[in-house]
């Protein structure tokens, strides 16, 4: 929650994806996964109020709305509150790969999209040269093809959540998905001759490992065949006794 307050702040060029009219008299819900934010396991009683701005993206027009208030007991001795640490929220989402260019080879970009297939919207912060917080996994042969620099580059600046591009504030809503092109050329060589085959994960929570695991998307597979065998260079002619 800290770490969307200070992304919301920062922030100096929102948008909204996808807008939404509401007429006079309509209304609209939305399920806020309150759990995602604050530590709400130990016993005791909980109250939640949920406020907003009607002009949020305009302060100095601005008003806070606020909502009303409802509480939440959590008994002592409850089944949630004696569950064990290790217990995690089940993925909201599943990944697909496919190729971005079915028509280049080797195929070094492919797209992954995440779909929502829970019944809530998936709200987490993240940075576009983070390349979605996807894992990459390239086989040759049946072996693992080492990642280079470039990818150990990646890897260092998401561990130290260093952005060089711009930070941003996503939402999925349930049933809808986004998708990411993630160059593999760029972080592995497939351009050996072998059998490959691609994959790519995700933590359900990247930013919150403590309550992530992780989903392992559908795998692509291709062919790199052995170059052509070069031509011989030209062989003299064999001398002749015949007259020229």
């Known amino acids: 929650m800290r770490e969307l307050r200070r992304l919301r702040e920062a922030d100096d060029n929102p948008w909204i994806p996808k807008p939404v009219t509401l007429d006079t008299?309509?209304?609209?819900?939305?399920?806020?996964?309150?759990?995602?934010y604050?530590?709400?396991?130990?016993?005791?009683?909980?109250?939640?109020?949920?406020?907003?701005?009607?002009?949020?993206?305009?302060?100095?027009?601005?008003?806070?709305?606020?909502?009303n208030t409802i509480t939440i007991v959590v008994p002592r001795g409850s089944a949630r509150s004696a569950a064990p640490a290790a217990e995690k929220p089940k993925p909201k989402f599943d990944l697909f790969i496919s190729e971005v260019y079915?028509?280049?080879?080797?195929p070094v970009v492919i797209r992954v999209k995440l779909n929502n297939i829970s019944d809530s919207v998936i709200r987490e912060c993240g940075c576009a040269s983070f390349l979605g917080m996807y894992n990459l996994f390239v086989f040759r042969d049946g072996d693992p093809v080492e990642a280079?620099?470039?990818?150990?580059?990646?890897?260092?600046r998401r561990a130290a959540a260093e952005c060089s591009l711009r930070e941003y504030l996503s939402e999925i809503e349930p049933g809808d998905s986004t998708e990411e092109e993630i160059p593999v050329g760029n972080f592995y060589d497939v351009s050996r001759p072998g059998s490959y085959v691609?994959?790519?994960?995700?933590?359900?929570?990247?930013?919150n490992l403590a309550k992530s695991v992780v989903v392992e998307s559908s795998a692509i597979s291709f062919n790199v065949p052995e170059p052509p065998p070069e031509p011989k260079a030209n062989e003299p002619e064999p001398e002749t006794d015949e007259p020229q």
């Open 25 to 36: 008299g309509e209304s609209r819900t939305t399920p806020l996964d309150v759990s995602d």
């Open 38 to 67: 604050y530590e709400m396991t130990k016993p005791g009683r909980y109250q939640i109020t949920v406020t907003r701005g009607t002009a949020p993206f305009d302060p100095p027009y601005n008003i806070t709305v606020k909502s």
């Open 102 to 106: 079915p028509d280049q080879w080797p």
């Open 148 to 156: 280079n620099d470039q990818m150990r580059d990646l890897e260092k």
């Open 198 to 207: 691609v994959y790519a994960t995700r933590e359900t929570y990247p930013y």
